[in-house]
C-alpha cells in the first residue's frame, strides 16, 4: 500500500484540486493524507467536505479504516517535517503501508505513471531509501537533483569569489550547472517537493528532523538515510511539474524566507557535517553583508 502525504497550509482550495485532478492519475492502491496546519474547524470541514475524508484529531484515533482520505487537523503551524512526520506515523500505525509518497500542492504529474515507475525502480535498488523524479519548474528547468555544497562555498566564497572569476571556471568551482546536466543514479540530494521513500527505511532512520521548520529537510534525510546505508536516486525518466515556492512566497517575505533557510541551513552543517559555531558565525556575518550590499545595490537601479 502506497501512504501520500501532504502538508496543507492556508490553502485548502489548491490541496483539493490536487487531489483530485492529479492523485487521482495513481493507480497504485493508496491512502492520502492531508495534515491541516494551523487548522480550524471551517477549514478541516472544507478539505473533509470536499475530499470525501474523515477528520483525524489525534493520530491514535480512527474511526473509518476504509477511508481513502484523511485529514489530520492540528492548530499550530508544524512545518514541513513535523507535519509530514505526523501524517507518516498515522499511516504508518494504522494501516499496512510499503512506500510513502511526500508531495507538494502545487504538483503536476507530467507522466501519469510517475509513482508506479517510481516504485517499480526503487524496489529494483537494494540500498536505495529515497527516489525522485524530473522536477520541472515552470520555465522549463530542472529543479533536481543537488551536489553536496560545503558550508564555506555556500555562505562565503559563492557571493565574494564569484565576481572575479570567469563564468566559465566559477560554473565548475560552484557546479552551477549540475543540476542541469545530472544523469540517473545517486546524488546528494533531490527536491522535497516530490519524493517517495521506503517506508520501514523512513521510520528506522528517525523520520525527518523535527527541529526544522522549513528548509533544509532534504539534506537532513539524506544524511539520516545515508547513516543506515540507504541513498538518494535520481530518476529522471518520469517527470512532474512543480510550481515552485508558490505558497512560501505567499506568506513570508523574503528577507525574513532567506533568514529561515540560513538558520535551518546552519543547524544542518553544525548537526549533520560537523561545521563549527565560528564557521556559522563567520558565514551569518557574511550572509549579513551580502544582503545589505545586494539591497543597497536594488536602491541605486
Known sequence: MLGIIIVNYKNEDKTIAYVKEELIKIQTPHITVVVNNSATEQTNNILADALYAEIIGHIESLKDADKRCFVISHTDNLGFARGNNLGAKFLMKHFQIDHLLFSNNDIRL???????????????????????????????????????????????????????????????????????????????????????????DFAKCGMMDPNTFLFSEEMILAERMKAIGRYVYFYPEVSILHEHNQTISQYIVQKKQYMLRFDSESYYYQTYRDVSQLSIYIGRLSFLFYLFLSRFERKKQ
Do not use: C
Request: net charge positive; aromatic share 18%; glycine share 6%.
Open 110 to 200: 507530467i507522466d501519469s505513471q510517475v509513482v508506479e515507475s517510481l516504485i517499480t525502480k526503487i524496489e529494483s535498488l537494494p540500498t536505495v531509501g529515497i527516489i525522485g523524479p524530473n522536477i520541472i519548474g515552470t520555465d522549463g528547468r530542472k529543479q533536481s537533483p543537488d551536489p553536496y555544497y560545503p558550508f564555506w562555498y555556500r555562505y562565503f566564497w559563492m557571493y565574494w569569489l564569484t565576481p572575479f572569476i570567469p563564468k566559465k571556471q566559477k560554473n565548475r568551482f560552484f557546479k552551477l550547472d549540475y543540476t542541469q546536466q545530472a544523469l540517473e543514479g545517486i546524488h546528494y540530494r533531490i527536491m522535497g517537493s516530490f519524493f517517495l521513500v521506503i517506508a520501514l
